[in-house]
């Protein structure tokens, strides 16, 4: 069974950083290509960014490139998400995703087969 699990969420002002990191349980860490989404309340669910199983390529929403910076660690099966410079627009549930597909970085959440719960990023002004 594999499950997906989000940590690090939580409140900041405007202006801060948070760290949000997944892990994968049921599949080889390593083979495994991951992104983040994000649903704000009465939004739909966006692409935010993702990274291949290798780690060598990423894609980001346009509007959290230069702020936001996907990586991963296969050896201590980490994936997170820094996000810097948050804005009140930011706050959102964020949720992990990951698929075993051909190693790329995937914009679409319907290529994503498995999705953590999510957590709660709230930026304050």
């Known amino acids: 069974q594999v499950q997906v699990k989000e940590s690090g969420g939580g409140l900041v002002q405007a202006g801060g950083s948070l760290t949000l990191s997944c892990t994968v349980s049921?599949?080889?860490?390593?083979?495994?290509?991951m992104g983040w989404f994000r649903q704000a309340q009465g939004k739909e669910r966006e692409f935010v960014a993702a990274?291949?199983?290798?780690?060598?390529?990423?894609q980001y929403l346009d509007s959290v490139k230069g702020r936001f910076t996907i990586s991963r660690d296969n050896a201590k099966t980490t994936m997170s998400l820094q996000m810097n410079s948050l804005a009140v627009e930011d706050t959102a549930v964020y949720y992990c995703?990951?698929?075993?597909?051909?190693?790329?970085?995937?914009?679409?959440?319907?290529?994503?087969?498995?999705w953590g719960q999510g957590t709660q990023v709230t930026i304050s002004s």
């Open positions: 995703a990951a698929n075993n597909y051909p190693s790329g970085a995937y914009r679409s959440s319907s290529d994503y087969v498995y």
């Open positions: 049921g599949r080889t860490f390593a083979t495994v290509n």
């Open positions: 990274i291949s199983a290798t780690g060598r390529a990423t």
